[in-house]
């Protein structure tokens, strides 16, 4: 249980269950958005890679100056403001195909707009946690959210799978757009003076890009900060490179079964709701820097049993890979959440948030352009055995003796 007193703990819920609502809608438009480029637009597979492309590159380059807007507006309008663009954007789209219009454009459109709000939501939702729960209730906070968000994950796609599958595009966007309209219902009814003051109570605020040149300037000034961003990038980095090969290396090398494949995927996800609920304790037992260190290790390893799958049973070693990474990767992202919204001084969460989260997503499109020159260079399991290698400098971020006094303020 979180113990905070009276309203904060009724908005706290409040928070999670719209988050919970709203990643439901994200969930489906990861189906969704591609099925209707494929099925209905009858789009190719160059075309429909390009909407990863559209949903991330945006996100990564608005989001660091939509964290000034975080900092100097009251957290409730920014979320129910990025639900409502998010509930306007499927309608409108799903009125333009009922019109008759079959152009990919929209779709891209539709995924950047969608990848843009919903990259400002979350960024908000977290710079709101800190002033909604206790402070030695925060670890505890973070994980009830990441388990619950995770449980979602594992519903979601498949929930916008049965959608497509019994309505047609236009409906299906309508129900997409009806979460999100949910989700800002449910933070209206929020009236803690965390979500309805804003942080920053500076008489004379200085432009946006200055403001954004302070956030800057704050996160590259702490070296615990710094680090924990750079060790996530070269993570993600590595991983999204093993995630653009991981399909093809499954079906066509591995010889796999959609079955098996998604047997694995399934493992995942319950590895990521098992983390994300032992977080809270892992960090009690080891102290928030061990525990960054020793769940970064652990994710990092569990990549080289990717390429050790070719040399046989390739079923259970995959299953195996992905619930040690579901586990430790999550269990390492809720860590590294509190300890930066503990470091980061309450009018820097939104930038500071942004600034993050921006160089995480940017790094989605890039891995995945990597992975691909790689394997086209040297091969498929050689390609993954060098990201594998790529990722496993992630941890030396964390054993460093700058990292380890994280816990120390």
Known sequence: MIRV?????????????????????????????PAVAILAFGSGIGPATLLLVAEFLPAAVLGPFAGVLIDRLKP??????????????????????????????????????????GAVFDT???????????????????????????????????????????????????????????????IVGASS???????????????????????????????????????????NLAGSGIGALFFVYAYQQLRLGPDEVGFTMSAFSLGAVLGA???????????????????????AGAL??????????????????????????????VVLLSLRQRRTAPEMLGRVG???????????PLGAVLGTALAGAVGTTPAMLVLAALAAATPAFYWSPGFRYADSR
């Open 5 to 33: 007193k009276g309203r904060v703990d009724r908005d706290w819920w409040l928070l999670l269950v719209a988050q919970a609502i709203s990643t439901t809608g994200t969930q489906i438009t990861v189906v969704l958005i």
């Open 76 to 117: 409730r309008d920014v979320l129910v403001a990025m639900d409502l663009v998010r509930t306007a954007a499927p309608a409108v789209v799903a009125l333009i195909i009922a019109s008759g219009v079959r152009e990919i454009w929209v779709l891209y459109v539709l995924a950047a707009v969608l990848g843009v709000a």
């Open 124 to 186: 908000a939702a977290e710079a709101a946690i800190p002033g909604l729960v206790a402070p030695d209730h925060l670890e505890r906070a973070n994980a009830t959210r990441s388990s619950l968000l995770n449980v979602v994950r594992i519903a979601g796609p498949g929930l916008g799978g049965l959608i497509i599958a019994v309505s047609a595009a236009e409906l299906a966007l309508l129900v997409t757009a009806g979460t999100f309209f949910a989700s800002a219902v449910v």
């Open 193 to 235: 003076a965390t979500l309805l003051s804003r942080r920053s109570h500076a008489t004379e605020r200085p432009s946006v890009v200055d403001q954004l040149r302070e956030g800057v300037r704050y996160l590259n000034g702490d070296l615990v900060l710094r680090r924990a961003v750079l060790g996530t990038a070269t993570m």
């Open 277 to 299: 609920a032992g977080s809270a304790w892992v960090t009690r037992r080891l102290s928030a820097a061990l525990a960054c260190a020793v769940c970064a290790s652990v994710a």
């Open 304 to 333: 080289f049993l990717i390429p050790a799958a070719s040399l046989g049973l390739p079923f259970p070693v995959l299953t195996v890979y992905q619930f040690v990474f579901g586990a430790a990767a999550t269990a390492w992202a």
């Open 354 to 364: 942004s600034l993050v989260n921006a160089v995480t997503v940017a790094t989605v």
